[in-house]
T-cell receptor, first 113, second 115 residues
Framework: DTGVSQDPRHKITKRGQNVTFRCDPISEHNRLYWYRQTLGQGPEFLTYFQNEAQLEKSRLLSDRFSAERPKGSFSTLEIQRTEQGDSAMYLC???????????FGPGTRLTVL | AQSVTQPDIHITVSEGASLELRCNYSYGATPYLFWYVQSPGQGLQLLLKYFSGDTLVQGIKGFEAEFKRSQSSFNLRKPSVHWSDAAEYFCAVGASKGNTDKLIFGTGTRLQVFP
């Protein structure tokens, strides 16, 4: 078991560009979560999946954000028309089931210039 | 609504001294409670968790935490701090099993350790 992995670890982009991040959860974990962490703050929930179904989205997740988990394994988070306010660490976590411990990946740090 | 308060933004201790990081939560039912640690530029590592049962829970790296329902607290303790414990510590609360279990995090406490 190699843990949760995220790719890329760092992304620098210009305002207005689209970016996509990937998360590979721990194998056999049914639930996958996305969180966003800005400097000096704790992580904030964005969305989560039970297998391939997206069950909840935070109001933080504007129309420019979309997440998928097409086969119930890895997930992607896309941000369209990035803004400077999108600069943050994007964290992925997975758990075996609802209410179980969430294990976090190393995160993708996004910088929007 | 669920919330977590970590009153101490920054704590400085000497190596070998004892440590207590405070965490207060707001949740209507029995919460799931967690402490995570984050080193600079890294993801979060689980230190310990409380789901039910014994209110004193042991975690990794010599940490422990005590759930006090009457005080809505879940403070993290360590009897003797090591320089490698310098990091950011986050307390989090989760909803009961079977419900939406997104974690609500506090704003974190940055621990600095002096030799």
């Amino acid at each position: 078991d190699t843990g949760v992995s995220q790719d890329p670890r760092h992304k620098i982009t210009k305002r207005g560009q689209n970016v996509t991040f990937r998360c590979d959860p721990i194998s056999e974990h049914n639930r996958l979560y996305w969180y966003r962490q800005t400097l000096g703050q704790g992580p904030e929930f964005l969305t989560y999946f039970q297998n391939e179904a997206q069950l909840e989205k935070s109001r933080l997740l504007s129309d420019r954000f979309s997440a998928e988990r097409p086969k119930g394994s890895f997930s992607t988070l896309e941000i369209q028309r990035t803004e400077q306010g999108d600069s943050a660490m994007y964290l992925c976590a997975s758990s075996l089931d609802g209410g179980d411990t969430q294990y976090f990946g190393p995160g993708t740090r996004l910088t929007v210039l | 609504a669920q919330s977590v308060t970590q009153p101490d933004i920054h704590i400085t201790v000497s190596e070998g001294a004892s440590l207590e990081l405070r965490c207060n939560y707001s949740y209507g039912a029995t919460p799931y409670l967690f402490w995570y640690v984050q080193s600079p530029g890294q993801g979060l590592q689980l230190l310990l968790k409380y789901f039910s049962g014994d209110t004193l829970v042991q975690g990794i790296k010599g940490f422990e935490a005590e759930f006090k329902r009457s005080q809505s607290s879940f403070n993290l303790r360590k009897p003797s701090v090591h320089w490698s414990d310098a990091a950011e510590y986050f307390c989090a609360v989760g909803a009961s099993k079977g419900n939406t279990d997104k974690l609500i995090f506090g704003t974190g406490t940055r621990l600095q350790v002096f030799p």
